[in-house]
């Protein structure tokens, strides 16, 4: 270090200078110490020491500020008795960062022998010497030989680049070269503007060098630049110009790479946002307080203010602690149980608020004592628990609930062993006590255990089940069980535990199997007694028809009537025997279901319903009419007794109108045809969907079973159906059929 320096020192006795001398400082022993010097600084050996704030370089040792004296019998800080031949001192500190490393000292025989330009220079000269000295003092042991100061402003890590007045490169660093990604061949001789400044920014490097060439300084620029690879990044400059007297030959200027910290600023900028959120939001308070029955506030976070329902920490601070307590007797035995046992944990308190309402505060707290052991204050965090006493207590209910169910009802962990089960479900299952059955896999529980393995994986993986197995009771026999298993989660969405609910449908399934072969025998019956009556039915028609055309001379007119009437009711009990057919039939010829354009359906019954009572173009409204999936010859059915009604009913008196539309509530279709027609008296409109029941209010072709059919329709398919009608003003027919997009089965 010591020769890298005197090489420093022997260039500046070239600039004219009587006396150079280099400083370097030791702030443990309040002083700087004599390095080297060139001209008359020589009469001083090197260890020779000043005391800080001893002459005008103790002085700028001590502060770390500049000093320009350009007479010096007038600067009271001036050691005369050291060089009486000085007229003029300048003298700058050496720093590196925040510390100062020593001091740079220039003296002259001449009064006003110095410049602000010089003092820049020298400014200048000394962070390069600073930057030579520290990373000499990093590498002096590994080398021995060199131009130390070349080397170390060749290699720091900052870029140090010089321009001449053309802006053309004329040093570059390895620092630059790290930096901007272009060696030193690259860019010597090129404009610097044109290497590193983005578009942008043209403007603004112009005016940096035009601050430069009227001999201003510019430190700690904040802006951005690019590199080679076209990539850009924030630096921040600092920049001196060169002169020769007031000519303008150049600058010299640093770059450091300041992007990593920009973003390291930012992350702690939106950090520090964060915290400050979550300070001000959180449910926590913290506080310090007083001893004893009138214990005063000495700290409060903003959260504890806020919890107690106060303004202000300062109106807060000036409350008596057993004023937020409900009954303040609780603060007296608080306090017993803090001066016994120095601490409370999770200590339940009954408070107030400043309004008066209640709230249950959970306190921890610690007893801070003084060297005799005498208790000072109390610090402390509570939290406003009442949500969660009462989000307890409803768990407790709802455990009580689950405890005392009439549905079977138990827990599995993820594997499927069973953690949880209720009264009802050791009940059903014959089971005498919990022992038995927790900890086993809950498929061990069921006749089939793939069956339940299934249920299990679904429930897991789809989040939920429903359906009917069959289980296996403690003695091996066998029921019935309606099960209804779901995923359970904790807030994060993380499956945590599975659970089911069940009920035993053995008595449902025997009177649903004995409803079935009652529903069969019926059905047989309802077709037998049809075949015996079709049979006579017709033998009826047909010889009245035979008797009609052989004897019309002879029967006369009444005759002929009477004939008519007979054929005319013997075809009447056909349809009806048709329709109980079509009643009983209804679910046992299921389709598949499939899509249906509810729509282009609509629209090709009205043309039909058009062409079959000769009615030319009636108005229809189609509203809304979506594309469902169900059962096509079900839904064509319902829609075709309901338009065909309209057309029976219509008022013969007004143009035909109509309206078929649909709206969607929640997870159903809801279609409704509306017409102009005759109406429906109000307390007729139970009747008309009851088998055979028919009002007489015009003479219209049917049995009266159409609107019962298409009730059973609709209800098999897990709908309903209802009418709003006024008389002589029209009704409107509403029935919902369920979404789906596809055929379930829930029996696995």
């Known amino acids: 270090m010591q020769k890298l320096i005197q090489k420093v020192v022997n260039l500046i006795p070239a600039l004219g200078y009587y006396q150079v001398g280099i400083w370097t400082s030791e702030p443990d022993k309040k002083r700087v110490i004599f390095e080297t010097g060139g001209g008359e600084a020589l009469r001083f050996s090197r260890g020779y020491s000043q005391r800080f704030k001893e002459g005008i370089i103790g002085w700028v040792a001590y502060t770390g500020k500049p000093i320009l004296a350009n007479d010096v019998s007038k600067e009271p800080r001036y050691l005369g008795k050291l060089y009486p031949e000085t007229k003029s001192e300048i003298s700058v500190p050496i720093r590196f960062g925040a510390r100062i490393l020593g001091v740079l000292d220039i003296q002259s025989t001449e009064l006003n022998a110095f410049t602000r330009e010089d003092l820049s220079v020298l400014q200048i000269l000394a962070g390069q010497i600073a930057v030579a000295m520290e990373n000499a003092r990093l590498y002096e042991e590994a080398r021995s030989k060199g131009d130390y100061l070349e080397s170390l402003v060749r290699n720091v890590t900052d870029a140090i680049v010089s321009v001449d007045s053309q802006r053309r490169v004329v040093e570059w660093n390895k620092g630059a070269e790290k930096i901007f990604g272009y060696t030193k061949e690259e860019v010597l001789g090129k404009d610097i503007d044109a290497i590193i400044v983005p578009k942008d920014k043209q403007k603004e490097a112009a005016s940096i060098t035009g601050r430069a060439m009227t001999s201003l300084e510019i430190i ?69 307080n007083t001893v004893g029955p009138k214990g005063k506030f000495i700290e409060a976070n903003p959260a504890i203010v806020k919890m107690f329902g106060y303004k202000s920490r300062e109106e807060f601070l000036a409350l008596n602690v057993a004023n937020l307590y409900q009954n303040p007797a609780d603060r007296k035995k608080f306090n017993e149980k803090m001066l016994k046992f120095g601490y409370v944990r999770d200590e339940e308190l009954q408070l107030k608020k400043k309004d008066e309402t209640p709230f249950i505060g959970s306190v921890s707290a610690v007893a801070a004592k003084d060297e005799k052991g005498k208790v000072m204050y109390y610090d402390g965090i509570i939290e406003d628990i009442t949500e969660r006493k009462r989000a307890e207590e409803a768990l407790r209910i709802k455990d009580s609930a689950m405890a005392s169910s009439i549905s079977a009802i138990a827990i599995t962990d993820l594997e499927g062993n069973l953690t949880y089960v209720n009264n009802s479900f050791l009940k059903l299952w014959g089971y005498d006590s919990v022992e038995e059955v927790l900890g086993k896999l809950a498929v061990k529980f069921w006749q089939v255990e793939e069956k339940a393995s299934e249920v299990l994986e679904a429930s897991h993986y789809k989040g939920s089940w429903v359906g009917e197995l069959v289980a296996m009771r403690k003695d091996d026999s066998l029921f019935d069980v309606h099960l209804q298993a779901s995923r359970v989660t904790d807030k994060a969405g993380k499956p945590i535990c599975m659970m089911a609910s069940f009920i035993d449908i053995t008595e449902r399934k025997r009177i649903e199997k004995e409803i079935k072969r009652k529903s069969q025998e019926l059905e047989s019956f309802v077709y037998t007694v049809s075949h015996d009556l079709k049979s006579p039915l017709i033998s009826i028609k047909g010889f009245s028809e035979l008797l009609k055309a052989s004897s019309r001379d002879k029967l006369g007119k009444k005759g002929l009537h009477q004939l008519e009437r007979i054929v005319s009711n013997a075809d009447e009990v056909n349809r009806l025997i048709g329709d109980l057919l079509k009643l009983s039939r209804v679910g046992k010829a299921v389709q598949q279901p499939r899509e249906i354009d509810t729509l282009s359906l609509a629209k090709e019954i009205v043309e039909e319903l058009n062409l079959q009572f000769k009615i030319d173009h009636p108005t229809v409204k189609y509203l809304n009419l979506p594309v469902i999936y169900a059962d096509w010859l079900h839904f064509r059915q319902i829609l075709q007794n309901l338009l065909s009604n309209a057309y029976k009913f219509r008022n013969e008196t007004k143009e035909l109108e109509l309206a078929v539309g649909c709206t969607e509530v929640d997870n159903t279709y809801q279609f409704y045809v509306k017409d102009n027609g005759i109406g429906i008296e109000q307390q007729h409109l139970e009747d008309i969907f009851h088998i055979f029941r028919r009002l007489e209010d015009k003479p219209v072709e049917g049995t009266g079973a159409g609107l019962a059919i298409v009730k059973k329709i609709v209800e098999t398919n897990g709908g309903r159906i209802w009418a709003k009608s006024v008389r002589g003003k029209g009704s409107t027919f509403y029935f919902t059929f369920p979404k789906r997009k596809k055929p379930t089965s829930a029996r696995v």
């Open 220 to 288: 700690d620029f904040e802006t951005v630049r690019q590199r080679k690879n076209g990539t850009l990044m924030s630096v921040l400059i600092s920049a001196s110009p060169i002169l020769k007297g007031k000519k303008f030959l150049g600058a010299v200027a640093i770059y450091k790479d300041i992007t990593e910290r920009k973003r390291a600023l930012e992350a702690l900028r939106e950090s520090e946002e964060k915290y400050k959120t979550l300070t001000s939001n959180i449910n926590v308070g913290v506080y310090r």
